[in-house]
């Protein structure tokens, strides 16, 4: 059975597929919504960031002038009332017509509305996975190329593999801001309380 690789969108996803691919490794990508892992035993290849981070990752790429992105209309919407990360993250916290705007734009937001708990089914399916037999090799994105090139050859068996791949990182006209206050921190920590303790039973039971 392939590994399956669970393609989660602003952690580095793009360089890993390249260097599965230089190397001719056959994995099964989930990289959307409604695909499912199943129950079965199975290697798992899974690339986390900090999920503040990445959200403001998601939200800076989706909202630049970069000319392979089309939004819908739902993000038009959104960034027509939200020009920075930090003003949709401290929205959640208000009330009204903003609160909603905001609770919008993080369900239809690319990238900002997956989640590493949403593509594994949450903490308890993936501990499930764990008990049944499943195997995590979790590349973090600080060091990204180290990182995949240790836990990809783990993963299959390799004494060796060809790492040399270009960056996928695509650079932004749109000037961008990664600045978040404590309100916009809080409301994020909140939200993706899930996802931070999904990543931290990942990591425990990978090692």
Same mark, same amino acid.
């Given at each position: 059975?392939?590994?399956?690789? +669970?393609? /989660?969108?602003?952690?580095?996803?793009?360089?890993?597929? =390249?260097?599965?691919?230089?190397?001719?490794?056959?994995?099964?990508?989930?990289?959307?919504?409604?695909?499912?892992?199943?129950? =079965?035993?199975?290697?798992?290849? #899974?690339?986390?960031?900090?999920?503040?981070?990445?959200?403001?990752?998601?939200?800076?790429?989706?909202?630049?002038?970069?000319?392979?992105?089309?939004?819908?209309? @739902?993000?038009? @919407?959104?960034?027509?009332? *939200? $020009?920075?990360?930090?003003?949709?993250?401290?929205? +959640? =916290?208000?009330?009204?017509?903003?609160?909603?705007?905001?609770?919008?734009? *993080?369900?239809?937001?690319?990238?900002?509305? $997956?989640?590493?708990?949403?593509?594994?089914?949450?903490?308890? *399916?993936?501990?499930?996975?764990?008990?049944?037999?499943?195997?995590?090799? #979790? /590349?973090?994105?600080?060091?990204?190329?180290?990182?995949?090139?240790?836990?990809?050859?783990?993963?299959?068996?390799?004494?060796?593999?060809?790492?040399?791949?270009?960056?996928?990182?695509? =650079?932004?006209?749109?000037?961008?801001?990664?600045?978040?206050?404590?309100?916009? /921190?809080?409301?994020?920590?909140?939200?993706?309380?899930?996802?931070?303790?999904? /990543?931290?039973?990942?990591?425990?039971?990978?090692?």
């Amino acid at each position: 059975m392939k590994p399956t690789f +669970l393609h /989660i969108g602003k952690c580095g996803g793009g360089t890993i597929r =390249s260097i599965l691919s230089k190397n001719n490794l056959g994995v099964e990508i989930i990289h959307a919504k409604g695909k499912s892992l199943g129950g =079965s035993p199975k290697k798992i290849i #899974i690339p986390v960031r900090d999920p503040i981070d990445r959200y403001v990752s998601a939200f800076n790429w989706r909202r630049a002038d970069v000319p392979t992105v089309k939004l819908s209309m @739902e993000e038009k @919407e959104t960034f027509e009332t *939200f $020009q920075t990360a930090n003003q949709m993250a401290m929205a +959640l =916290s208000k009330s009204g017509k903003l609160k909603e705007s905001a609770e919008k734009g *993080f369900n239809n937001v690319a990238h900002v509305c $997956q989640s590493v708990s949403g593509f594994l089914g949450g903490k308890d *399916f993936a501990e499930d996975l764990y008990l049944k037999g499943s195997k995590f090799y #979790i /590349i973090e994105i600080d060091d990204l190329i180290k990182n995949a090139e240790r836990e990809i050859k783990k993963c299959f068996d390799l004494s060796d593999l060809n790492v040399d791949v270009k960056n996928k990182h695509v =650079s932004t006209k749109t000037p961008i801001s990664t600045f978040l206050n404590e309100c916009a /921190i809080e409301n994020l920590l909140n939200y993706y309380k899930e996802d931070y303790e999904c /990543i931290k039973l990942l990591k425990m039971i990978s090692e």
